[in-house]
């Protein structure tokens, strides 16, 4: 069974660097692309970063500089790690994956994501 479980997030305080981590299981990064998406109050999903199969990193113009998505293929875990955290960060942070290669583009939508985590919550306090 395929299983995408995030932790990590929680009440943070602005300018701080929480990271956030998204285990897999029952399948191997290689071969799919891993994303990050999150999704505001009152809002639709917002691509954050996003790791293709071939290794093509994108990272979202809102986060660009701030964020960063490391990962560790052998322990089948990906990173947000956020940095300067604004409240405007505030979200649900998902993480995602799929083994469909598509256009980079295609993966800033939730449509280009087969398999996602349950969330983790990410409250940025003035």
């Known amino acids: 069974e395929v299983q995408l479980v995030e932790a990590g997030g929680g009440l943070v305080q602005a300018g701080g660097s929480p990271s956030v981590s998204c285990a897999a299981s029952?399948?191997?990064?290689?071969?799919?692309?891993i994303g990050w998406l999150r999704q505001a109050p009152g809002k639709g999903h917002e691509e954050v970063s996003c790791i293709t199969a071939s290794g093509t990193l994108y990272i979202g113009s809102s986060v660009k500089g701030r964020f960063t998505h490391p990962s560790d293929n052998a322990k089948k875990t990906a990173y947000l790690q956020m940095n300067s955290l604004k409240p405007e960060d505030t979200a649900v942070y998902y993480c995602?994956?799929?083994?469909?290669?598509?256009?980079?583009?295609?993966?800033?939508?939730?449509?280009?994501?087969?398999?996602w985590g349950q969330g983790t919550q990410v409250t940025v306090s003035s």
């Open positions: 029952g399948f191997t990064f290689d071969g799919h692309a």
């Open positions: 995602a994956a799929t083994a469909r290669s598509l256009s980079l583009r295609t993966y800033y939508y939730t449509s280009g994501y087969d398999y």
